[in-house]
Protein backbone atom coordinates (compact mmCIF):
# COMPACT_ATOMS: atom_id res chain seq x y z
CA UNK A 1 0.00 0.00 0.00
CA UNK A 2 0.80 3.56 -0.54
CA UNK A 3 2.36 6.36 2.01
CA UNK A 4 -0.94 7.69 1.16
CA UNK A 5 -3.11 4.68 1.95
CA UNK A 6 -1.80 4.35 5.18
CA UNK A 7 -2.39 8.39 6.18
CA UNK A 8 -5.54 8.15 4.86
CA UNK A 9 -6.86 5.19 6.65
CA UNK A 10 -5.17 5.65 9.62
CA UNK A 11 -8.03 5.53 12.76
CA UNK A 12 -6.71 8.83 14.06
CA UNK A 13 -7.12 10.78 10.71
CA UNK A 14 -10.63 9.38 10.44
CA UNK A 15 -11.81 9.76 13.81
CA UNK A 16 -10.71 13.46 14.14
CA UNK A 17 -12.21 13.44 10.49
CA UNK A 18 -15.54 12.06 11.52
CA UNK A 19 -15.18 15.11 14.36
CA UNK A 20 -14.77 17.71 11.92
CA UNK A 21 -17.55 16.27 9.85
CA UNK A 22 -19.80 16.65 13.00
CA UNK A 23 -18.89 19.91 13.64
CA UNK A 24 -19.53 21.27 10.80
CA UNK A 25 -22.99 19.68 10.61
CA UNK A 26 -26.30 21.47 10.51
CA UNK A 27 -27.30 22.43 14.14
CA UNK A 28 -30.71 20.89 13.38
CA UNK A 29 -29.21 17.39 12.86
CA UNK A 30 -26.65 17.76 15.96
CA UNK A 31 -23.74 19.64 14.20
CA UNK A 32 -22.44 23.34 15.22
CA UNK A 33 -22.20 24.75 11.67
CA UNK A 34 -18.49 25.27 12.82
CA UNK A 35 -17.03 26.11 9.35
CA UNK A 36 -14.08 28.30 10.72
CA UNK A 37 -11.99 25.05 12.41
CA UNK A 38 -12.63 23.32 8.45
CA UNK A 39 -11.10 27.26 7.22
CA UNK A 40 -8.23 27.43 10.29
CA UNK A 41 -6.94 24.12 9.06
CA UNK A 42 -7.35 24.52 5.64
CA UNK A 43 -4.92 27.58 5.83
CA UNK A 44 -2.02 25.54 8.46
CA UNK A 45 1.69 25.52 7.27
CA UNK A 46 3.81 24.84 10.42
CA UNK A 47 3.47 22.61 13.32
CA UNK A 48 3.13 25.10 15.70
CA UNK A 49 -0.23 26.82 13.90
CA UNK A 50 -1.32 23.18 13.45
CA UNK A 51 -1.56 22.02 17.30
CA UNK A 52 -2.92 25.60 17.82
CA UNK A 53 -5.88 24.95 15.86
CA UNK A 54 -6.21 21.76 16.72
CA UNK A 55 -6.59 22.95 20.46
CA UNK A 56 -9.26 25.65 19.18
CA UNK A 57 -11.06 23.00 17.39
CA UNK A 58 -11.27 20.49 20.56
CA UNK A 59 -12.54 23.13 22.66
CA UNK A 60 -15.19 24.34 20.24
CA UNK A 61 -15.82 20.42 19.37
CA UNK A 62 -16.21 19.88 23.15
CA UNK A 63 -18.26 22.65 23.91
CA UNK A 64 -20.83 21.30 21.36
CA UNK A 65 -20.84 17.43 22.41
CA UNK A 66 -21.80 18.88 25.84
CA UNK A 67 -24.70 20.77 24.17
CA UNK A 68 -25.27 17.71 22.43
CA UNK A 69 -25.33 15.46 25.70
CA UNK A 70 -27.90 18.32 27.59
CA UNK A 71 -30.27 18.41 24.21
CA UNK A 72 -30.72 14.69 24.23
CA UNK A 73 -30.38 13.00 27.42
CA UNK A 74 -28.89 9.62 27.33
CA UNK A 75 -27.24 10.32 23.64
CA UNK A 76 -24.34 10.01 23.91
CA UNK A 77 -21.51 12.57 21.02
CA UNK A 78 -18.45 10.68 19.26
CA UNK A 79 -15.31 12.18 20.86
CA UNK A 80 -11.57 11.27 19.47
CA UNK A 81 -9.56 9.76 22.14
CA UNK A 82 -6.10 11.43 23.50
CA UNK A 83 -4.11 8.54 22.02
CA UNK A 84 -5.95 9.52 18.53
CA UNK A 85 -4.32 13.48 19.35
CA UNK A 86 -1.18 11.95 19.72
CA UNK A 87 -1.45 9.55 16.92
CA UNK A 88 -2.09 13.11 14.78
CA UNK A 89 0.17 14.90 15.76
CA UNK A 90 3.30 12.09 14.75
CA UNK A 91 1.52 11.76 11.12
CA UNK A 92 1.72 15.69 10.79
CA UNK A 93 5.08 15.19 12.02
CA UNK A 94 5.97 12.49 9.40
CA UNK A 95 3.95 13.28 6.58
CA UNK A 96 3.76 17.32 6.97
CA UNK A 97 1.07 19.30 8.17
CA UNK A 98 -0.27 20.28 4.98
CA UNK A 99 -0.98 16.76 4.07
CA UNK A 100 -2.51 15.73 7.26
CA UNK A 101 -4.50 18.74 7.43
CA UNK A 102 -5.94 18.02 3.50
CA UNK A 103 -6.64 14.45 5.05
CA UNK A 104 -8.63 15.69 7.40
CA UNK A 105 -10.74 18.18 5.53
CA UNK A 106 -11.17 15.14 2.63
CA UNK A 107 -12.62 12.91 5.72
CA UNK A 108 -15.33 15.41 6.75
CA UNK A 109 -16.45 15.94 3.65
CA UNK A 110 -16.82 13.27 2.36
CA UNK A 111 -20.23 11.53 2.74
CA UNK A 112 -20.79 9.11 5.36
CA UNK A 113 -21.71 5.56 5.13
CA UNK A 114 -25.35 4.79 6.55
CA UNK A 115 -24.26 3.57 9.67
CA UNK A 116 -22.22 6.89 10.72
Do not use: C, W
Amino acid sequence: MSKMHDLFSNSAVANFGAALRYAIGKREYGGAEDYTSLVELEYVEKMDQFIEVLKKFLRRYDSQTRRYERERPGKFAFKPSDKDLKDLIMLAESYGVKIVSAALIAHALVRPEKGE
